[in-house]
């Protein structure tokens, strides 16, 4: 499984990091690569020639030197992050040029557009620890994990990470509106349905609501939209390299697009209430869940029926025991003094707390 169980606090400000600089006078590939790299949400600089400025060459992140530019750019600094693209399959002349400017790789489009856009994302977003993603799940209906996930997400943005919330439940009513930010500007899920390949995780970020120091992808009020697996890939993706904190909540069913989610946690967090019924439904959600997820837990919610406790009920699952979130009656519907997690006082903003001191600290939440 990808990732790591730590983080990086977020910090106070961030500049968006340079674009690439493109140089050629080849008016169709500089259409293409102006395409490529607004796909990868960079603001490149273009020239017809190695730029005056020194700076300019030296500085910026990757260097796309089209194939009618490489004569011109023969006695350029030599650096690395220079890449010679151009569109002749069958030129036996291009490794010459390539090894003129000293480039680092050769690239034909439109074969390499793929690996090109990749490359652009990551060298401007940077390439840094992904985010620690955890999800939540019910293990029967109304076990709480909606608001279980809300209140990770909140406590992890009050603590000063860099935290997103993704609603992967279509049927839930959307964590927006548990949030209070359902009139909050932004993107929702049907904006994002027909994703495919590389999602700038930038872009994905600054185009979602922000709503209790957070960003949220939820659904709308309109009808449903199936997300496909490809999309679900790509958005999660995205999120989890901007690092920091990601919380995903999830429906019972594993479908496609699920399991697609699965594969991208950390850690998974199944919610089971203290009673016989919850515990059986909750075994069965396991089971499918745990065919994907590697490291999946159990949080334990009273009351508990008679003779049973947290450690009982784990055990009945088959989970180890992430840790117990004790009944606190009025989370369960929206609360007048804020979502789930914001006031920081009650057990569960006290379950939140610890849980993510002991996940960002790299021992995981056993």
């Known amino acids: 499984m990808a990732g790591t169980i730590?983080?990086?606090?977020?910090?106070?400000?961030e500049g968006r990091r340079a674009g690439p600089l493109i140089v050629t006078e080849d008016a169709e590939l500089l259409d293409d690569l102006l395409r490529l790299c607004a796909a990868a949400g960079a603001e490149p600089e273009v020239h017809h020639a190695v730029p005056e400025r020194i700076?300019?060459?030296?500085?910026?992140?990757?260097?796309?030197?089209?194939?009618d530019a490489a004569a011109r750019c023969r006695g350029a600094t030599r650096r690395r992050g220079v890449l010679l693209v151009g569109r002749d399959q069958d030129d036996p002349e291009v490794w010459r040029?390539?090894?003129?400017?000293?480039a680092d790789s050769v690239l034909r489009l439109p074969d390499a557009e793929g690996w090109l856009v990749d490359r652009i994302a990551d060298v401007v977003e940077?390439?840094?620890?992904?985010?620690?993603?955890?999800?939540?799940?019910?293990?029967?209906?109304?076990?709480?994990?909606?608001?279980?996930?809300?209140?990770?997400?909140?406590?992890?943005?009050?603590?000063?990470?860099?935290?997103?919330?993704?609603?992967?439940d279509p049927l839930g009513g959307g964590l927006d509106v548990l949030?209070?930010?359902?009139?909050?500007?932004?993107?929702?899920?049907?904006?994002?349905?027909?994703?495919?390949?590389?999602?700038?995780?930038?872009?994905?970020?600054?185009?979602?609501?922000?709503?209790?120091?957070?960003?949220?992808?939820?659904?709308?009020?309109?009808?449903?939209v199936v997300v496909p697996p490809e999309a679900m890939r790509s958005v999660l993706a995205a999120a989890r390299r901007r690092g920091g904190v990601v919380v995903v909540d999830l429906p019972r069913r594993v479908d496609e697009p699920v399991t697609e989610a699965l594969a991208q946690l950390d850690l998974g967090l199944l919610v089971v209430p203290g009673e016989l019924r919850a515990v059986a439904a909750a075994r069965r959600?396991?089971?499918?869940?745990?065919?994907?997820?590697r490291d999946l837990r159990a949080v334990v919610r009273g009351p508990y029926a008679e003779g049973l406790d947290d450690a009982w009920v784990a055990r009945a699952v088959g989970l180890p025991l992430a840790g117990e979130v004790p009944v606190e009656h009025d989370l369960l519907t929206a609360r007048a003094d804020g979502p789930p997690g914001s006031s920081g006082r009650g057990p569960l903003a006290r379950f939140c707390g610890a849980f993510w001191e002991r996940a960002l600290a790299g021992g995981g939440a056993s």
């Open 126 to 168: 940077g390439v840094g620890r992904q985010a620690l993603t955890v999800g939540v799940i019910g293990g029967r209906g109304g076990a709480g994990a909606s608001t279980l996930a809300c209140a990770l997400a909140v406590s992890a943005a009050r603590a000063g990470r860099r935290t997103m919330l993704v609603d992967a």
């Open 285 to 293: 959600v396991a089971s499918m869940a745990g065919m994907v997820l």
């Open 97 to 102: 040029r390539a090894v003129e400017i000293g």
């Open 6 to 13: 730590t983080s990086d606090p977020q910090p106070a400000a």
């Open 179 to 224: 949030l209070g930010g359902e009139q909050a500007e932004g993107r929702r899920w049907p904006d994002f349905a027909a994703s495919k390949g590389r999602v700038a995780g930038g872009a994905l970020e600054e185009s979602l609501p922000s709503v209790q120091g957070l960003r949220v992808l939820s659904w709308d009020r309109g009808d449903s």
């Open 55 to 67: 700076d300019c060459w030296e500085g910026a992140p990757l260097v796309l030197v089209g194939d």
